[in-house]
C-alpha cells in the first residue's frame, strides 16, 4: 500500500497482511484524529465485532500534535503526546478487534489551505484496495476545521473513484457540533444501543484525553442517549442510544452537486421549518 507518507503507521492488529486486511474490510472510517474513529465509526466497529465475515479498518489523517491537553499531560511536548496518541490508536485497534489501521501522519496544518494532493491519493489508493460496503466520515457543518478538511479530502477522493467501485453506503457523522438541528427528512439516526460498553472501552484507551482533561467518554453517551430520545417529539422512543449522521452519497455521485449547495439545502431546510412554526403568529402578538 503506497501512502506517499514517511510518517505513516500501519497497524494489523490479527498479524494478517495489510492487502488481505484491507481486502476483507467490509466497514471503513476515515477520521481526522486518533479516538475520533471510535467516535465517527462505532457503529461499524460495533457492526464488525466479534465476526469473521466482516471487518472494521479505520484511517487517521494527522497526527494529533495540536490536542488540548491537562493534568499528568499539561506539560507534555509535541512530539511526545503525537506518540502517546499512535500507541493509544494501537491499543483501541486491538481492543476494537478492528482489521487494520493507518495512520498517515499528517500535520493539520498541511490540510486546511486546500487540496492536499499526497493526502487524496492515499485515500484512493486504500478505497480501491478496501473497496467497503460503508464509509463513515466527519460532516461538512462540523465545527472543528480539521474535520471538515478531513471529510473534503475524502469526498474528492471519492469522486475521482470510479463509480462501480464506491461505498453502499456514505455518512458524515456528528462529532463537534450535533446534527440535531438538521430537518429530521434530511438526518438519519443510526440505532447504536448495544455498542456503550464497547464504546466505552475503545475510548478508556485514549488516557491522554480523558485524563487530560477531555471526558470524550462522558459527552457521547450522553448525546448518544440525548439523540435517541429527542429524535421525534411525537413517537415514544424506539432506542435507546442513536447517532445522527448526513447522507454523503449524492455529494459523491451528483458531481454538480458542490459542498456548498449540500450545505445550504440543511440550513434552508431548517429555516423553513423554524419559520413554518412562527407564520400563524406575527410578532406583536408573540
Request: glycine content about 6%; some cysteine.
Amino acid at each position: 500500500m503506497k501512502t506517499d507518507q514517511v510518517s505513516a503507521f500501519v497497524c494489523v492488529p490479527d498479524s494478517s497482511s495489510v492487502e488481505n486486511a484491507l481486502s476483507r474490510t467490509t466497514h471503513l472510517a476515515m477520521g481526522a484524529h486518533p479516538d475520533d474513529l471510535e467516535l465517527i465509526g462505532i457503529h461499524g466497529i460495533a457492526a464488525c465485532f466479534d465476526r469473521n465475515d466482516k471487518w472494521f479498518t479505520g484511517v487517521v489523517m494527522t497526527n494529533g500534535a495540536g490536542s488540548a491537553r491537562g493534568g499528568t499531560y499539561s506539560s507534555v511536548s509535541d512530539t511526545r503526546i503525537v506518540e502517546i496518541r499512535k500507541r493509544e490508536q494501537i491499543a483501541a485497534a486491538h481492543l476494537g478487534q478492528f482489521s487494520t489501521v493507518i495512520q498517515l501522519g499528517h500535520l493539520s496544518s498541511t490540510l486546511l489551505g486546500g487540496f492536499n494532493e499526497t493526502l487524496i491519493r492515499a485515500l484512493c489508493d486504500i478505497l480501491i484496495k478496501s473497496q467497503p460496503e460503508t464509509l463513515y466520515l466527519h460532516n461538512p457543518v462540523d465545527r472543528h476545521a480539521t474535520h471538515v478538511a478531513v471529510c473534503l479530502h475524502a469526498i474528492e477522493a471519492l469522486r475521482r473513484m470510479d463509480t462501480n467501485r464506491l461505498p453502499r453506503e456514505i455518512y458524515g457523522v456528528e462529532v463537534w457540533r450535533s446534527l440535531d438541528w438538521v430537518s429530521s427528512d434530511k438526518r438519519i439516526i443510526l440505532d447504536i444501543s448495544d455498542v456503550d460498553d464497547l464504546q466505552q472501552r475503545l475510548l478508556g484507551a485514549y488516557k491522554s484525553q480523558i485524563e487530560g482533561g477531555k471526558r470524550y467518554d462522558i459527552a457521547i453517551r450522553a448525546r448518544n442517549v440525548a439523540n435517541a430520545t429527542f429524535d421525534s417529539e411525537r413517537e415514544v422512543d424506539s432506542i435507546q442510544r442513536g447517532s445522527y449522521v448526513l447522507d454523503l452519497k449524492p455529494l459523491v455521485c451528483e458531481k454538480e452537486l458542490t459542498v456548498t449547495g449540500y450545505v445550504a439545502n440543511l440550513l434552508d431546510s431548517m429555516k423553513s421549518e423554524i419559520q413554518s412554526n412562527l407564520l400563524n403568529f406575527a410578532d406583536d402578538q408573540v
